[in-house]
Structures are given as C-alpha cells and as structure tokens.
T-cell receptor, first 116, second 115 residues
Framework: GAVVSQHPSRVICKSGTSVKIECRSLDFQATTMFWYRQFPKQSLMLMAT?????????EQGVEKDKFLINHASLTLSTLTVTSAHPEDSSFYIC????????????FGQGTRLTVV | AQSVSQHNHHVILSEAASLELGCNYSYGGTVNLFWYVQYPGQHLQLLLKYFSGDPLVKGIKGFEAEFIKSKFSFNLRKPSVQWSDTAEYFCAVNVGYSSASKIIFGSGTRLSIRP
C-alpha cells in the first residue's frame, strides 16, 4: 500500500508554545488529507479535512485558530497546535488519499504530543 | 448525522475460538466500509474493505466481513483467533463514492485473546 509518513512521532513541548506536525504522502499525490485525534483507549475523532490549496474544513467543536492546518502541496499537510496546553496532549493521526473513487485513505503512524 | 456503532467494547476469547465483532452504521446513501486494526503501540492497519460487489469480503490474516445493506451492518469475523490477534479493532465508514469524503470511525473494540 501507499506510504504516509508523520513527523515527529513524539514531541514534548512546554505549555504556551506551538508545535507543528507534518504529514507527507511519500509515493502518491494526496489531494485530501484528514487529521484525527485519538484519546487513550478511545476511537479516532476527525478534527478536520484539508484539500490541497484550499482552507481546511473543521469538524464541529474543533477550534480552527488553535489547530492550524495547511495543505500547501499535494504531498504535505501540516497541523500546528498553537499555544498548547496540557489538555491538548493526545495522539494525532493523519491520513491521506488521492480522492479517487473506490480507494482507501492511508494512515500515518501518528504523533504523540505531550504538553507539560 | 452519520455514525458508526460498535457495540462490543471489550471482547475476551480463548485461542481457537470464533470471533464476530459487530458494526452498524447510520447513513442512507452510498458508503465504503472498512475494518482497521491497531496492535499495541502500532499505527492503524487496514484489515479489509468493501466498495461494491460481493458483500462478503476477505481480508488479511484470515479475517472476513459481510456487508448486509438491509441491516446497515458490516460485521467482522474470524473462524479461529490466535493470541497475536490481540488488538483494538475499528470499523469505519467512508461516506460517499470518493475517498476524499470523510471517514467516520466507530468507538473501537478491544480484543483480548487468552493463550
């Protein structure tokens, strides 16, 4: 299957700082990327959908000013957690797709964010 | 709103037992259906998928799932589980034809296999 790479896999940051997470599709062009958040022992909650070259669509309850998403190219999307607080600590997962009919999205390995 | 329900939160089985994990979704239109597995400390892996055609789909590691449109269900099955199947299993629905349509996940089922 296609490869989606997330970086970093783990990050610890101080409260009040910002942290950027990258999601790259290594061997295909991703017209659409999704960002999820997974709390311990819980499911993946979709945060936003981003299409290359346009603004991301955020799910209800997700603060767009706090979770900045940029999808500037067909192989890269970034999620920036601004002014992070301990409650933002979580596992963030991206997935990417070509957007074609009857194909699946491919998932990155996730990023464990810890805000201290 | 669309939703995916997995009614079994934690299933405990002995090795060689048969497995069936339930998944129901609520959406009246075209859907693509998936089961993903997440082994401890690892990322999501696709077990199997249904787009169209034969409603009985076979995936990796001996898993299969049956799409029953009238019941809005896509249950996962395996005839004989192994200790290595211990993991979290997620049912997911892609609403619409395009893979660019958002994917909604169920709450997950934790499967524990006793050796």
């Amino acid at each position: 299957g296609a490869v989606v790479s997330q970086h970093p896999s783990r990050v610890i940051c101080k409260s009040g700082t910002s942290v950027k997470i990258e999601c790259r599709s290594l061997d295909f062009q991703a017209t659409t990327m999704f960002w999820y958040r997974q709390f311990p022992k819980q499911s993946l909650m979709l945060m936003a959908t981003s299409n290359e070259g346009s603004k991301a669509t955020y799910e209800q309850g997700v603060e767009k000013d706090k979770f900045l998403i940029n999808h500037a190219s067909l192989t890269l999307s970034t999620l920036t957690v601004t002014s992070a607080h301990p409650e933002d600590s979580s596992f963030y997962i991206c997935s990417a797709t070509t957007g074609a009919v009857n194909t699946e999205a491919f998932f990155g390995q996730g990023t464990r964010l810890t805000v201290v | 709103a669309q939703s995916v329900s997995q009614h079994n939160h934690h299933v405990i089985l002995s090795e060689a037992a048969s497995l069936e994990l339930g998944c129901n979704y609520s959406y009246g239109g075209t859907v693509n259906l998936f089961w993903y597995v997440q082994y401890p400390g690892q990322h999501l892996q696709l077990l199997l998928k249904y787009f169209s055609g034969d409603p009985l789909v076979k995936g990796i590691k001996g898993f299969e799932a049956e799409f029953i449109k009238s019941k809005f269900s896509f249950n996962l099955r395996k005839p004989s589980v192994q200790w290595s199947d211990t993991a979290e299993y997620f049912c997911a629905v892609n609403v619409g034809y395009s893979s660019a349509s958002k994917i909604i996940f169920g709450s997950g089922t934790r499967l524990s296999i006793r050796p």
